[in-house]
């Protein structure tokens, strides 16, 4: 991964460099450099319109339940576009054109975005966030690996008291009349004081 990283830092430029000598040796240095801004405008400018269209795109599918998943591709190939259309150079300048266009970006996203499934598939499933189990603080579930039926020393010790009696509020009073049907009358607990 280092030598492809270091690969395309060293040869971009340098093709890059040879493109725009070449282009200025043509044309003219002023030309060429007027040139070079205007694919900047110009690029930043379609980078926002279709990151509009592609956000409305998100939005819709999210409103009919759907996941937006090739959208989102195209959003992240939208920004590597405006980073390349911002970067001096007609190449970076085609590539990022290649990206903005909705012909070749929608194909490119939808290949993308299927070998990202068969990736996630491939691997079993998507392990994000602190590996499976973890916590952020290195323990492993909420137990920090520990398994809570253990008694490793970790136990609380405790004396309790059971009441029997309760407020005098919770209780019902009889009353027995004469014909052996009973009322029964809460307690009013303003009477609690008793």
């Known amino acids: ?12 430029p340098v093709v890059e460099l040879n493109v725009l000598i070449e282009v200025a040796s043509s044309i003219g240095s002023w030309t060429t450099v007027g040139l070079v801004l205007f694919t900047a405008v110009v690029g930043v400018s379609l980078v926002r319109s279709q ?18 998943g090739q959208e989102i591709v195209e959003g992240m190939m939208l920004a590597a576009a405006g980073v390349l259309l911002l970067i001096p150079g007609f190449v970076t300048d085609f590539i990022g054109l290649i ?35 973890q916590s ?42 004469d014909d052996d049907i009973i009322d029964v009358e809460p307690v009013d607990p303003k009477d609690d004081k008793k």
């Not at 991964?1 to 971009?12: K, Q």
């Not at 998100?58 to 996941?67: H, S, T």
């Open 51 to 68: 990151g509009l269209s592609t956000l409305m795109s998100v939005q819709q599918k999210l409103a009919r339940g759907e996941a937006p």
């Open 1 to 12: 991964m280092f030598f492809i990283l270091l690969l395309v830092f060293v040869l971009i």
């Open 136 to 177: 952020p603080f290195g323990q492993s579930g909420p137990f920090g690996g520990q398994n809570p039926h253990e008694q490793n020393g970790n136990t609380f010790d405790g004396d309790f008291e059971r009441k029997d009696e309760q407020p005098r509020s919770h209780h019902i009073e009889q009353k027995q009349s």
């Open 99 to 133: 990206l903005l266009t909705p012909f070749t970006r929608a194909p490119i996203a939808a290949f993308l975005y299927k070998r990202m499934q068969l990736r996630v598939v491939a691997n079993g499933g998507f392990k994000g966030g602190f590996g499976p189990g």
